[in-house]
């Protein structure tokens, strides 16, 4: 393994995050989908109503990667977490920072006792549908995400007025 560690993040790793958060939109073909500031990411991690937990992983002093995390709840199962992104950059890929990322999610939600640990993955992302798959994870390829955006539930709401 290379020289990384991995941390709880701290407010003023937003920074460096949302640049994380870009680099992976860009990769998803997405980089002007990004309206998340820093600042969003400061009062919602960190602020009085906290709404996810983040790790950052570092190389040699700087941040490298990212993984956030929220708190769920399935019908099915209970209490569960559900992994937002894992970011790892372009440059650190195949070091075992993403494995080593994964591991903290995974201990993570083992000490909060939960259940399920989910998230998503692009289907046209095979490097990263293999690491899942290595990782035990199942990926799920009959469901399909649904979103309502912004503009979406407005539109909802006016047409139930």
């Given at each position: 393994?290379?020289?990384f560690?991995?941390r709880?993040?701290?407010?003023?790793?937003?920074?460096?995050?949302?640049?994380?958060?870009?680099?992976?939109?860009?990769?998803?073909?997405e980089?002007?989908?990004?309206e998340v500031?820093?600042?969003?990411?400061?009062?919602?991690?960190?602020?009085e109503?906290?709404?996810?937990?983040c790790?950052?992983?570092?190389?040699?002093?700087?941040?490298e990667?990212?993984?956030?995390?929220?708190?769920?709840?399935?019908?099915?199962?209970?209490?569960?977490?559900?992994l937002?992104?894992?970011?790892?950059t372009e440059?650190?890929?195949?070091?075992?920072?993403?494995t080593?990322?994964?591991?903290?999610?995974?201990?993570?939600?083992?000490?909060?006792?939960?259940?399920?640990?989910?998230?998503e993955?692009?289907?046209?992302?095979?490097?990263a549908?293999?690491?899942?798959?290595?990782?035990?994870?199942?990926?799920?390829?009959?469901?399909?995400?649904?979103?309502?955006?912004?503009?979406?539930?407005?539109?909802?709401?006016?047409?139930?007025?």
């Amino acid at each position: 393994m290379s020289d990384f560690k991995i941390r709880n993040a701290k407010a003023d790793d937003m920074g460096r995050v949302l640049q994380l958060i870009n680099e992976l939109a860009k990769f998803e073909k997405e980089e002007n989908a990004v309206e998340v500031t820093d600042e969003d990411l400061i009062r919602d991690g960190f602020g009085e109503k906290k709404l996810f937990h983040c790790f950052v992983a570092e190389s040699n002093g700087k941040i490298e990667g990212m993984a956030l995390v929220y708190p769920r709840y399935s019908t099915w199962k209970g209490p569960t977490v559900h992994l937002e992104d894992l970011i790892v950059t372009e440059k650190m890929r195949g070091s075992g920072l993403g494995t080593a990322l994964l591991n903290e999610v995974v201990s993570y939600g083992h000490q909060l006792g939960v259940k399920r640990i989910n998230w998503e993955v692009l289907d046209w992302n095979e490097p990263a549908i293999n690491f899942y798959e290595a990782k035990g994870a199942d990926v799920k390829r009959d469901w399909d995400v649904v979103h309502l955006d912004e503009q979406g539930i407005r539109n909802y709401i006016n047409n139930i007025k």
